[in-house]
């Protein structure tokens, strides 16, 4: 305390034989944090100057005033050496989040997709897939519109198109999420809860990168440019084909119907497709190719089920797949090998949430995601 109170005698010294009002003057790299102390200074000191006549009374208003200065120049020292190590004189910049930033948000999802399991078959991991894929499907290569980049699905009219049904389940379970990291576009977020759910549910591994932006209301894309579940073959290369997709990722993609069910109060259809909808496998294919389909007997729209459980069901765009034999010997290699299936769902799930998206990243800067059991 000895050196402190020298230090500011030595300073208000100098100050009053220079005359000057503002004796100490910190650097204008100082932050703003230390405003206060100094401000605490500068009043002191006037008062000491303003106090009393001439004489003695102004002798002795003189040191207390000094005094005072210097509790209070002790004080701003203690309060700027207390917190100094964590100060920073360098201004900040703008947040870029690392691969280390999203493989947190990547295990946030995950850590919510076990804790809560209460929806349809015990996991909100296949409607976070649909999410996804209706976030990106909407892709037009001819008009450059549409795709993940942008996220609209938040607004009307989009969000109340009828293939959208039922993803505001997704949509919300995402909101803790996107708050505990608000650093994250929606529509990165969205696409990295589609790869989280492929691969928690032992999926292959989606390679993905980060770099959409997020639009506003304006850029909602028109009814129609999604599946249609009651169409043939022509409507789903006519579909695909719209966004760059050939035969073979039609297929591919269309394997994602291993996952989850469908709702009478959403697409009017009901049911699995297989007998485990929260485990991502080639069983899709298996039944397509080995099981025989009826049409199923009901008030429903027109839909397929098992001869066999009559407990799964097929859409008509599912059953255009061994119809069409070009889709066919895809869907034939794919019930034969897993493996092959694995790779080229994901090359095709890499391309769909990549579409029309503006990255300054290149394709080598993608990265995979550690899955929770890694």
Aim: glycine letters at 8%.
């Amino acid at each position: 305390m000895a050196s402190v109170a020298r230090t500011f005698t030595r300073g208000f010294t100098r100050a009053s034989t220079a005359n000057s009002s503002s004796s100490i003057r910190y650097s204008t790299r100082t932050s703003t944090r230390f405003v206060l102390p100094s401000q605490a200074f500068c009043t002191g000191s006037r008062r000491g100057y303003a106090s009393g006549p001439e004489g003695e009374k102004s002798s002795r208003s003189f040191h207390i005033g000094l005094g005072a200065v210097v509790i209070a120049g002790a004080g701003a020292l203690y309060y700027l050496n207390k917190d100094g190590p964590k100060a920073s004189t360098k201004p900040s910049g703008p947040f870029t989040p690392t691969k280390d930033d999203y493989q947190k948000v990547y295990d946030e999802i995950a850590r919510l997709l076990v804790e809560n399991d209460d929806y349809d078959d015990g996991s909100y991991g296949p409607v976070l897939i649909r999410l996804a894929w209706h976030a990106s499907g909407t892709y037009d290569k001819e008009t450059g519109t549409g795709g993940s980049n942008g996220a609209t699905m938040r607004f009307a009219p989009e969000s109340d198109h009828a293939a959208n049904a039922g993803l505001k389940a997704a949509r919300d379970f995402l909101e803790p999420v996107k708050a505990k990291f608000p650093w994250i576009t929606y529509s990165d977020l969205w696409t990295l809860a589609g790869v989280c759910a492929i691969q928690e549910l032992q999926g292959p591994s989606i390679p993905w990168r980060p770099g959409r932006r997020d639009k506003d209301s304006t850029a909602c894309t028109p009814d129609g440019r999604l599946p249609d579940a009651s169409k043939n073959e022509k409507h789903i290369r006519a579909i695909f084909g719209r966004m760059g997709f050939d035969d073979r990722e039609i297929v591919a993609l269309c394997g994602a119907h291993s996952l989850g069910r469908a709702h009478t109060d959403r697409s009017g259809y009901d049911g699995p497709w297989d007998f485990s909808p929260t485990v991502f496998t080639n069983e899709f294919f298996r039944m397509l190719v080995n099981e025989k389909w009826n049409w199923r007997k009901w008030n429903g729209p027109a839909q397929f089920t098992d001869k066999t459980t009559h407990t799964l069901m097929m859409l008509p765009t599912d059953i255009a797949l061994v119809k069409d034999k070009e889709f066919k010997k895809h869907v034939e290699r794919y019930a034969k090998d897993s493996e092959t299936f694995f790779k080229e769902f994901s090359d095709a799930f890499v391309k769909l949430l990549e579409l029309g998206v503006p990255f300054t990243s290149k394709a080598d800067d993608r990265f995979v995601f550690k899955t929770s059991d890694s």
